[in-house]
């Protein structure tokens, strides 16, 4: 197996593995994120926040990974645009970084809480609401404003070298289109963040990640362009 192809299979699993690991982290924070009794839930359920917050650990090395694996491909069509792409996907990454240790923090103030009686409740709920908040923001800020602009980067790269077919390059742009929009009328209160709106805005760069990454697993890149030459026709 040739490098190129080891690269678009280990990309293809990256994709997935970022997809599955959000999905998973979030539902784990469920109860320390969720219903006004938070502090009491958070605390009770501990080691399942703590396991939410490694699978988005592994979120965030998988969208690190990605932009890493794909640079080297990346750089042969604009090197600038694919250097943004790697920057755009480590400032998501650590934005994500800090909604973790919001969570952690918040659990860590609902262990307290629940150890001392909570003479002072009304301090616990403002601290715990401002943690939730930073964790809100970063979600924002992170998996729809920073995943719109480094999706519509790579995409744009991978639709003018065409190492893989145009449409899939397509549905990214659109894709990163959609949520970057998405992430700008949550910030403003139009929609919110978890809605019907925010999901259909979503849904399109989510689609596009899944095809790019099964279409990496299953075919590769296009090998022509892959091996330093771009090919005569579109894909």
């Given at each position: 197996?040739?490098?190129?192809?080891?690269?678009?299979?280990?990309?293809?699993?990256?994709?997935?593995?970022?997809?599955?690991?959000s999905i998973i982290g979030l539902l784990l924070y469920?109860?320390?994120?969720?219903?006004?009794?938070?502090?009491?839930?958070?605390?009770?359920?501990?080691?399942?926040?703590?396991?939410?917050?490694?699978?988005?650990?592994?979120?965030?090395?998988?969208?690190?990974?990605?932009?890493?694996?794909?640079?080297?491909?990346?750089?042969?069509?604009?090197?600038?645009?694919?250097?943004?792409?790697?920057?755009?996907?480590?400032?998501?990454?650590?934005?994500?970084?800090?909604?973790?240790?919001?969570?952690?923090?918040?659990?860590?103030?609902?262990?307290?809480?629940?150890?001392?009686?909570?003479?002072?409740?009304?301090?616990?709920?403002?601290?715990?609401?401002?943690?939730?908040?930073?964790?809100?923001?970063?979600?924002?800020?992170?998996?729809?404003?920073?995943?719109?602009?480094?999706?519509?980067?790579?995409?744009?790269?991978?639709?003018?070298?065409?190492?893989?077919?145009?449409?899939?390059?397509?549905?990214?742009?659109?894709?990163?289109?959609?949520?970057?929009?998405?992430?700008?009328?949550?910030?403003?209160?139009?929609?919110?963040?978890?809605?019907?709106?925010?999901?259909?805005?979503?849904?399109?760069?989510?689609?596009?990640?899944?095809?790019?990454?099964?279409?990496?697993?299953?075919?590769?890149?296009?090998?022509?362009?892959?091996?330093?030459?771009?090919?005569?026709?579109?894909?």
């Amino acid at each position: 197996m040739n490098t190129n192809r080891k690269t678009a299979i280990i990309v293809g699993v990256l994709f997935i593995l970022a997809a599955v690991t959000s999905i998973i982290g979030l539902l784990l924070y469920d109860p320390i994120l969720n219903g006004p009794d938070y502090l009491i839930k958070g605390s009770e359920n501990a080691n399942q926040v703590i396991l939410g917050a490694v699978f988005e650990f592994i979120l965030v090395g998988s969208a690190i990974g990605t932009s890493i694996m794909l640079f080297p491909l990346l750089r042969k069509q604009n090197e600038s645009i694919a250097l943004g792409y790697v920057c755009f996907r480590f400032l998501e990454a650590v934005i994500i970084t800090v909604g973790i240790v919001s969570v952690l923090s918040l659990l860590t103030l609902s262990q307290e809480f629940v150890k001392v009686g909570a003479p002072n409740a009304s301090s616990f709920h403002t601290s715990g609401t401002l943690l939730i908040a930073i964790h809100d923001w970063t979600f924002m800020l992170g998996p729809n404003l920073m995943l719109g602009i480094n999706t519509m980067m790579c995409s744009y790269l991978l639709f003018t070298s065409r190492l893989v077919p145009r449409f899939i390059s397509v549905m990214g742009i659109t894709g990163a289109t959609l949520i970057f929009i998405a992430a700008l009328l949550e910030m403003f209160g139009i929609i919110l963040q978890l809605s019907t709106w925010g999901a259909i805005l979503a849904i399109p760069v989510a689609l596009y990640e899944m095809t790019l990454a099964v279409w990496l697993i299953v075919k590769g890149f296009n090998k022509v362009y892959a091996g330093g030459t771009k090919p005569s026709t579109l894909l």
